[in-house]
Protein backbone atom coordinates (compact mmCIF):
# COMPACT_ATOMS: atom_id res chain seq x y z
CA UNK A 1 0.00 0.00 0.00
CA UNK A 2 1.08 3.45 -0.74
CA UNK A 3 1.20 6.42 1.49
CA UNK A 4 2.32 10.00 0.56
CA UNK A 5 2.87 12.39 3.83
CA UNK A 6 3.37 15.74 3.35
CA UNK A 7 4.61 18.66 5.80
CA UNK A 8 6.15 21.56 6.04
CA UNK A 9 2.50 24.25 6.24
CA UNK A 10 2.52 26.39 8.59
CA UNK A 11 1.86 30.45 9.01
CA UNK A 12 4.56 32.66 7.43
CA UNK A 13 4.66 36.53 7.16
CA UNK A 14 4.26 38.23 3.26
CA UNK A 15 7.72 37.94 1.87
CA UNK A 16 8.74 35.17 3.84
CA UNK A 17 9.53 31.09 2.90
CA UNK A 18 8.48 27.82 3.73
CA UNK A 19 9.59 24.39 2.50
CA UNK A 20 6.79 21.76 1.79
CA UNK A 21 7.90 18.20 1.89
CA UNK A 22 6.30 15.15 0.47
CA UNK A 23 7.23 11.43 0.89
CA UNK A 24 6.39 8.61 -0.89
CA UNK A 25 5.68 5.19 1.05
CA UNK A 26 4.87 1.69 -0.05
CA UNK A 27 6.61 -1.12 -1.85
CA UNK A 28 6.90 1.23 -5.09
CA UNK A 29 8.43 -0.21 -8.38
CA UNK A 30 8.53 3.05 -10.00
CA UNK A 31 8.28 7.07 -9.48
CA UNK A 32 7.54 9.43 -13.04
CA UNK A 33 6.02 12.26 -12.21
CA UNK A 34 6.10 14.56 -8.99
CA UNK A 35 3.81 17.57 -8.78
CA UNK A 36 1.99 20.20 -6.54
CA UNK A 37 -1.43 21.65 -6.29
CA UNK A 38 -3.37 23.81 -4.22
CA UNK A 39 -7.02 24.81 -3.19
CA UNK A 40 -7.79 27.88 -1.16
CA UNK A 41 -11.24 28.54 0.25
CA UNK A 42 -14.20 28.72 -2.24
CA UNK A 43 -11.71 28.01 -5.69
CA UNK A 44 -11.16 24.71 -7.36
CA UNK A 45 -7.78 22.73 -6.72
CA UNK A 46 -5.26 24.24 -9.16
CA UNK A 47 -1.58 22.67 -10.16
CA UNK A 48 1.46 24.45 -8.75
CA UNK A 49 4.63 23.18 -9.70
CA UNK A 50 5.42 19.16 -11.39
CA UNK A 51 8.40 17.81 -12.57
CA UNK A 52 8.98 15.09 -14.28
CA UNK A 53 11.56 11.68 -14.09
CA UNK A 54 14.00 13.16 -15.30
CA UNK A 55 14.06 15.94 -14.40
CA UNK A 56 12.09 18.96 -16.60
CA UNK A 57 9.61 21.38 -14.29
CA UNK A 58 7.26 23.35 -15.19
CA UNK A 59 5.41 25.68 -12.83
CA UNK A 60 1.95 27.83 -12.66
CA UNK A 61 2.61 31.91 -13.91
CA UNK A 62 1.41 32.97 -10.49
CA UNK A 63 4.24 31.21 -8.71
CA UNK A 64 7.23 31.75 -11.06
CA UNK A 65 10.39 33.05 -9.88
CA UNK A 66 8.90 32.01 -6.89
CA UNK A 67 8.82 28.72 -6.06
CA UNK A 68 10.97 25.29 -7.08
CA UNK A 69 10.50 22.03 -6.88
CA UNK A 70 13.06 19.66 -6.81
CA UNK A 71 12.77 15.98 -5.73
CA UNK A 72 15.21 13.53 -4.37
CA UNK A 73 14.81 10.63 -6.39
CA UNK A 74 16.89 8.02 -3.40
CA UNK A 75 14.23 8.86 -0.50
CA UNK A 76 10.91 9.43 -2.95
CA UNK A 77 10.54 12.74 -1.88
CA UNK A 78 9.61 15.73 -3.66
CA UNK A 79 9.53 19.32 -2.19
CA UNK A 80 8.00 22.73 -2.67
CA UNK A 81 10.33 25.51 -1.63
CA UNK A 82 8.30 28.87 -1.80
CA UNK A 83 9.87 31.84 -1.12
CA UNK A 84 8.81 35.69 -1.50
CA UNK A 85 5.10 34.37 -0.20
CA UNK A 86 2.01 36.66 -1.07
CA UNK A 87 -1.43 36.02 0.84
CA UNK A 88 -2.59 35.03 -2.61
CA UNK A 89 -0.65 31.68 -2.36
CA UNK A 90 -2.77 30.87 0.94
CA UNK A 91 -4.45 27.53 0.11
CA UNK A 92 -3.85 23.45 1.56
CA UNK A 93 -1.12 22.34 -0.65
CA UNK A 94 -1.27 18.84 -2.10
CA UNK A 95 1.33 16.84 -3.77
CA UNK A 96 0.41 14.37 -6.21
CA UNK A 97 2.56 11.37 -7.13
CA UNK A 98 2.14 8.95 -10.68
CA UNK A 99 4.07 5.75 -9.42
CA UNK A 100 3.54 2.07 -9.93
CA UNK A 101 3.26 -0.73 -8.06
CA UNK A 102 3.40 -4.44 -8.52
CA UNK A 103 0.02 -4.00 -8.97
CA UNK A 104 -0.28 -0.84 -11.45
CA UNK A 105 0.34 2.75 -12.16
CA UNK A 106 -1.81 5.08 -11.01
CA UNK A 107 -1.51 8.81 -9.12
CA UNK A 108 -1.69 9.18 -5.54
CA UNK A 109 -2.41 12.36 -3.67
CA UNK A 110 -1.07 13.78 -0.19
CA UNK A 111 -3.79 14.40 2.96
CA UNK A 112 -2.68 17.92 2.33
CA UNK A 113 -1.38 20.76 3.86
CA UNK A 114 -2.18 23.92 5.19
CA UNK A 115 -0.25 27.09 4.18
CA UNK A 116 -1.34 30.73 5.71
CA UNK A 117 0.54 34.03 4.18
CA UNK A 118 -0.76 36.82 6.64
CA UNK A 119 0.92 39.56 9.03
Known amino acids: QVQLVESGGGLVQPGGSLRLSCVAS????????MSWHRQAPGKQREPVAV???????NYADSVKGRFTIPRDNAKNTVYLQMNSLKPEDTAVYYC?????????????WGQGTQVTVSS
Open 96 to 108: NVDLRTSASRRTY
Open 26 to 33: GTIFSIYS
Open 51 to 57: ITSNGPT
